[in-house]
C-alpha cells in the first residue's frame, strides 16, 4: 500500500476509485471530519489512529491544520486510484495516481 497525503479545505474533495469523500469541519488542530457522499457516512479523522473509510481504504489525520487546512493521510493499494475532486471532474484517465510513495 502507499501512503498520499492531501491538503484540502472544507468543502474540498477526493476521489477513492469512484466513491467521492468530502471534507466537512476541521474540528481541532489533526481531528477533521469527512463524509462518503454515496452513503452519507460521516467518519471523524484523527492523528491517534487510522481508520477503514472503505474496504483497504484508510485515513489518519497528517498533523495539524494550518490557516482552515486539513492535512490527511491516505493508505490505500495502488490498484485504487486516489484523485483530488477538481482533478476527477475534470475527467482525467483512469489508473492515474496524483502521487504516492511506499
Known amino acids: 500500500m502507499g501512503v498520499l497525503i492531501l491538503s ?4 474540498q474533495d477526493f476521489y477513492a476509485g469512484d466513491e467521492q469523500i468530502v ?6 488542530e489533526a ?3 469527512v463524509t462518503l457522499n ?7 479523522v484523527t492523528d ?4 477503514e473509510i472503505l474496504p ?3 485515513l489518519q489525520s497528517a498533523g495539524r491544520a494550518q490557516l482552515g487546512v486539513a492535512r490527511i493521510a ?5 490498484e485504487i486510484t ?3 475532486g477538481d482533478r476527477y471532474r475534470e475527467g482525467r484517465p483512469n489508473g492515474l495516481q496524483d502521487v504516492c510513495c511506499d
Do not use: K, M, W
Open 8 to 11: 484540502l479545505r472544507p468543502g
Open 23 to 28: 471534507v466537512n469541519r476541521i474540528l481541532g
Open 31 to 33: 481531528h477533521y471530519q
Open 38 to 44: 454515496s452513503t452519507g457516512r460521516r467518519v471523524d
Open 48 to 51: 491517534r489512529e487510522c481508520v
Open 56 to 58: 483497504d481504504v484508510f
Open 74 to 78: 491516505i493508505d490505500a493499494p495502488r
Open 82 to 84: 486516489i484523485i483530488r
